[in-house]
């Protein structure tokens, strides 16, 4: 039986170059990794090794207190509540293929950068899926609790209130940088939704790092803490919300096609969630009839916007 040939995709002597011991360092120097902060700021729900492809998720209506009037008995509150289905289905993987001479000849190292390289890859694609979330949010709408889409419900930084909007100026769109006003008017949307303070968090992108470092209220507190402010993107907090920097941060265009912004994210763990069925998972198998290890990782997992009354999106300039 004759197999395939296997062309530009099989790692051969020549694509194995750079790991085979001549001058080179045994180090592999890896690109810079983009900051991936999205998963630890949102609700994790438990469902590894479980069966089914739905996790229902109950979203009880918060109930009011009641005046007790004297010799008359409580008054009992009705049960009101829906639930938030959230679809677990989405499976990636990463292949390689790597021949004997290739694995013989090449330094551990070379594994090591494809093992250290699939989890990266895998955590990027569960990342960009939970920023893509944030197209839904709808905190500063007049129904909040409405998703939207395709940031239909979005705000510029500016002032936190002017709706984005991709046709503006003549189709190039109006985002605007994020300034105090802007953030603070953003926070008493959420605040006016009854969104608890706890749990809150602000994803920046680069550029917008470098604008807040010049507002007075971010640099008066920034890298203050435990010490350990710079890990996980987090570079300081403003109005005590936690700002993290992410590279990640979904890029937007306006109605030109052309003119590029970014999304700034301001919201609370509850607003998304995210089940893994299948947390990031490695094997390998000789395939004989190539003389090679092929090497996989893969994840199975879901994310949605439970509460899209918890986050509000903010365009600015990319």
Not at 63 to 83: F, H, P, Q, R, Y
Not at 87 to 93: A, K, L, P, R
């Amino acid at each position: 039986m004759a197999y395939p040939t296997l062309t530009n995709v099989s790692i051969g002597v020549s694509e194995a170059g750079n790991f085979i011991p001549e001058l080179w360092s045994d180090e592999v120097l890896a690109a810079y990794k983009a900051n991936l902060v999205m998963p630890q700021l949102v609700t994790n729900m438990p469902f590894a090794g479980k069966k089914g492809d739905t996790v229902h998720i109950p979203r009880p209506t918060r109930g009011a207190a009641t005046l007790k009037a004297t010799d008359t008995g409580v008054t009992l509150i009705a049960e009101s509540n829906t639930a938030f289905d959230l679809t677990v289905g989405t499976h990636y993987e990463y292949s390689r293929l790597i021949e004997d001479i290739a694995a013989i000849q090449a330094l551990d190292s070379m594994r090591a950068f494809y093992t250290d390289d699939a989890g990266y890859a895998l955590a990027t694609v569960m990342d960009d899926a939970l920023h893509a979330e944030g197209a839904k949010f709808a905190a500063t709408h007049a129904t909040p609790t409405t998703a939207g889409s395709n940031y239909s419900k979005a705000v510029i930084g500016s002032d936190g209130s002017t709706a984005w909007s991709a046709s503006a100026n003549t189709n190039t769109g109006n985002g605007a940088a994020l300034t105090d006003a802007g953030i603070r008017e953003v926070i008493r949307q959420l605040d006016d939704n009854d969104v608890p303070q706890r749990f809150r968090a602000l994803v920046i992108p680069p550029v917008e790092k470098k604008n807040l470092l010049g507002l007075s209220r971010f640099t008066e507190q920034a890298f203050v803490g435990d010490g350990n402010s710079i890990r996980n993107g987090l570079v300081g907090d403003i109005y005590g919300i936690p700002v993290y920097v992410s590279t990640n941060c979904a890029t937007v265009l306006a109605a030109n096609s052309s003119t590029a912004y970014r999304a700034v994210l301001l919201f609370q763990k509850e607003a998304v969630v995210m089940a893994e069925q299948l947390s990031p998972r490695t094997q390998t198998q000789y395939k004989q009839e190539y003389l090679s290890d092929l090497f996989t990782a893969d994840t199975i997992y879901g994310v949605g916007t439970m509460r899209p009354e918890a986050g509000a999106a903010i365009i600015v300039p990319a």
